[in-house]
């Protein structure tokens, strides 16, 4: 079965990174951040199954600035 896990201020990403370590193969992960320079740090993490949104999750989807990797 697959499945996402999300974290909002996933900070540098290292919860995320540990949980797709010890998580079946078919889970991936999403971490949301608003400071640009906690997602400067978890950027480096991403990878196929774990990808970070520097987002503001409070604003209306029109408003939601989003970067990928």
Excluded: W
């Excluded at 078919?26 to 196929?48: H, M, W």
């Excluded at 199954?49 to 990797?69: G, M, P, S, V």
């Amino acid at each position: 079965m697959l499945q996402t896990i999300c974290e909002v201020g996933c900070g540098a990403g290292e919860i995320l990174r540990q949980l797709q370590a010890n998580m079946a193969e078919d889970c991936t992960f999403v971490g949301y951040e608003i400071s640009p320079q906690a997602f400067e740090l978890c950027k480096e993490r991403a990878n196929k199954r774990l990808r970070f949104e520097i987002k503001n999750i409070t604003q209306k989807k029109a408003e939601l600035t989003t970067l990928k990797r």
